[in-house]
């Protein structure tokens, strides 16, 4: 059976932890939580994990490439037996969405994200899921560059925190329930009580 690869982008080091472009790195570790997994095996220029959801095998992935070529090592993993692009998930932050809005798609162009861009000049197709966290604030952003490896500021924490535990079920409920279930629930949800 193949295996299910999540894979959540991020940039490797401390400074980096909390920062706005280490969303997918913050899933992987929502999951890794909840699911009593150690990600830590080097594969790929990767750390790995492997958990089991009910019948399925699932695999957490960070990428060590630093967000740009996180290309290279998601296409190294995807090599590898028991893995396939139609069992790849990619989790990512988007500075296009609003602040604690979910994009879940089948498949779709980068839209300016380097690492989905990466993604898909090495896989050569666009056709994966992938699970795009909206950091975009309800102010103008100068920088989008100093923008995204800046920290969350203290009003936005707890909107965040929401929004990595609910972008950890929408990975949950691609693997158990199927990916347009979860577009059904997760894409039309916001952080607010609009």
């Not at 894979?7 to 570790?29: C, K, Q, S, W």
């Not at 750390?47 to 996180?70: C, I």
């Not at 690492?115 to 989008?144: A, C, N």
Request: aromatic fraction near 6%; charge should be neutral.
């Amino acid at each position: 059976m193949t295996k299910w690869l999540v894979a959540g982008l991020g940039n490797p080091g401390a400074e980096y932890e909390r920062t706005r472009h280490n969303v997918g790195f913050m899933v992987i570790d929502r999951l890794a939580r909840e699911f009593n997994v150690s990600v830590s095996r080097a594969e790929c220029r990767a750390l790995m994990g492997q958990t089991y959801w009910g019948s399925e095998t699932v695999e957490l992935a960070k990428p060590q490439t630093f967000m740009n070529l996180s290309g290279e090592a998601v296409s190294c993993l995807l090599a590898k037996q028991d893995r396939s692009i139609e069992r790849l998930i990619v989790v990512s932050d988007d500075a296009a969405l609003p602040l604690g809005r979910i994009r879940i798609r089948k498949k779709g162009s980068h839209g300016g994200q380097n690492g989905l861009r990466s993604i898909i000049d090495r896989l050569g197709t666009q056709d994966f899921i992938r699970v795009r966290i909206g950091i975009l604030p309800d102010h103008e952003v100068g920088s989008l560059k100093n923008f995204v490896l800046s920290d969350f500021p203290r009003s936005e924490r707890d909107v965040m925190e929401s929004v990595i535990q609910r972008s950890a079920k929408a990975v949950e409920t691609i693997v158990r329930d199927k990916v347009d279930r979860a577009m059904a629930e997760f894409n039309s949800e916001t952080s607010t009580d609009e």
